[in-house]
């Protein structure tokens, strides 16, 4: 039951307001199908997100955010290919979501005191 719950989980966790941000990228500029476009982004992500289990057994969520921003970077310099606005708009989400991980513990902090 704890691994179906945790699954569940993660698997809503993915579907974020970032993959959000790079549809509306696509779909601004491309005339790709939307749902080819995710189906064949799952094939894509399938390896990564096994490596990046691989990274986070071996170095911890620290090593495991530094793949997933390499992974941000890489989306923006394959979106460049696209337009180099899609490109530049990519980077930015991803610089957004460094951002919120340096300050999500600060914020919570204040309005959480132990």
């Given at each position: ?6 699954s ?39 390896p ?14 620290w ?16 979106m ?14 991803a ?9 999500a513990?600060?914020i ?7």
């Amino acid at each position: 039951m704890e691994l179906l719950v945790t699954s569940a989980g993660f698997g809503l966790f993915i579907v974020c307001p970032r993959m959000a941000a790079m549809m509306h990228i696509i779909h601004k500029h491309t005339d790709s199908s939307m749902m080819l476009t995710v189906l064949l982004g799952m094939l894509f992500s399938i390896p990564i997100m096994l490596l990046m289990v691989f990274v986070f057994n071996k170095f911890g969520v620290w090593g495991a955010l530094v793949l997933c921003v390499a992974t941000d970077f890489g989306a923006a310099l394959i979106m460049k290919d696209i337009s180099v606005k899609a490109g530049l708009e990519t980077l930015i989400v991803a610089l957004f979501v460094i951002l919120g991980v340096k300050i999500a513990p600060l914020i919570s902090g204040l309005l959480i005191r132990k």
